[in-house]
């Protein structure tokens, strides 16, 4: 096993065994009113992310691929995506294009799911034609790219290169087929990491933040010595990554992941104006400890539960859900003035 396909599985592991962490979910309080309106029958939250349709604003986001168990871990992915009607996305491909006996772990999700809407996943430092085979692989139908410098750095045998990253993401946005998402992968995002998106023409962003999977604690756990865990409240979580958002959403669309436990998370990520709403490690969870039929009935009563808070909500689509008031605790107001005010004084 090469130490790719031995990280992939360290990955898997670490995350199955990791401490719940804490979001900021609690500091959003969406508010009630009494008299919704709103017959449930109508209530529709389809979604589109760049020009892609989605049925609901629902998907398994990046994690595995690139070894045997991650391979089979994907084709139980593959299986519930399909059967639950969400798109999904796969790991990082670059053990795929470095190896192509792995292609078959990446690519069971499309002999599974021919029609699903898939996503691909390589880090921001790979060259174009990387960028290429990895979304004629799937077929796929957006791209993501993640960003994951924190996690690098942890990493024992982690990057240390991040000077092209942003002129490699423009380069490839510009060439290929399909929509670029950049993605984060738990350390949530920045107004100026979002200008920076948009000012080379990126469409799609997942903010992934922090609050559910920690790659510092799982890279940290790699580690001889473990002498990194003071970085493991690095990043913004996902609530405060969306209101990082807020000035951009006209610009790209914001995706939401990182920390999302509850369909309350997911509707608060959509009243905030996320278009869609990523779950990793908690439909991991699910898949390996209880089954294939377990997720599908996790992820297909997840989805009626997110309907049903529409429904209290008064909200019938998903442009409803984003004119929802709410209110933000003394801690993310404070947050959100102390960004205005120094932004005023710069
Ligand atoms: C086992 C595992 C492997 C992951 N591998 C990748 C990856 O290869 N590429 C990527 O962009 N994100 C990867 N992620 C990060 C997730 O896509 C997501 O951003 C992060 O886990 C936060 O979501 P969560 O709190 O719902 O797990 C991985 C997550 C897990 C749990």
């Known amino acids: 096993m090469t130490q790719r396909e031995q990280r992939k599985d360290d990955h898997i592991r670490l995350a199955l065994n990791h401490p719940e ?21 109508d209530i529709n939250l389809q979604t589109m992310i760049s020009n892609l349709p989605l049925e609901f604003p629902l998907y398994i986001n990046a994690m595995t691929g690139g070894s045997k168990w991650a391979g089979e ?43 699903g809407t898939v996503f691909a996943n390589i880090g921001a430092d790979v060259p174009l034609d990387f960028a290429q085979r990895a979304i004629e692989m799937i077929d796929a139908d957006a791209l993501q790219i993640h960003l994951n410098a924190p996690q690098e750095v942890v990493m024992p045998e982690g990057g240390r290169d991040f000077s092209d990253w942003l002129t490699n993401i423009e380069a490839i946005n510009e060439k290929v087929s399909v929509p670029v998402i950049a993605k984060e992968v738990g350390f949530g995002m920045s107004r100026e990491t979002l200008q920076q998106l948009t000012s080379i023409g990126i469409e799609g962003a997942d903010i992934s933040g922090r609050g559910g999977t920690n790659f510092v604690y799982i890279e940290n756990e790699r580690r001889p010595q473990k002498d990194q865990s003071y970085l493991i409240g690095w990043g913004q979580t996902t609530p405060v990554s969306l209101l990082e958002s807020l000035p951009f959403q006209r610009d790209i669309d914001i995706l939401a992941s990182g920390g999302i436990q509850t ?69 993310l107001e404070s947050w959100q003035r102390q960004r205005n005010e120094r932004e005023r004084k710069r």
């Open 73 to 115: 871990i994907n084709q139980k992915l593959a299986v519930i995506s399909r059967e639950t009607n969400i798109a999904m996305a796969v790991g990082s491909m670059h053990a795929a294009l470095k190896n192509s006996a792995l292609i078959p772990t990446y690519q069971v999700i499309r002999t599974i799911n021919p029609s």
């Open 263 to 331: 369909p309350l998370d997911a509707i608060k990520s959509l009243v905030m104006g996320a278009k869609a709403v990523g779950l990793s490690r908690a439909v991991l969870k699910e898949v390996e400890l209880n089954g294939v039929e377990a997720a599908i009935q996790f992820i297909e009563l997840f989805k009626a539960h997110m309907k049903d808070i529409a429904l209290i909500l008064g909200a019938k689509d998903i442009i409803a859900l984003k004119q929802v008031p709410y209110i933000l605790s003394p801690e």
């Open 21 to 41: 962490q804490l979001s900021d979910f609690n500091h959003i309080q969406l508010i009630h009113h009494s008299i919704p309106s709103v017959n449930q029958t």
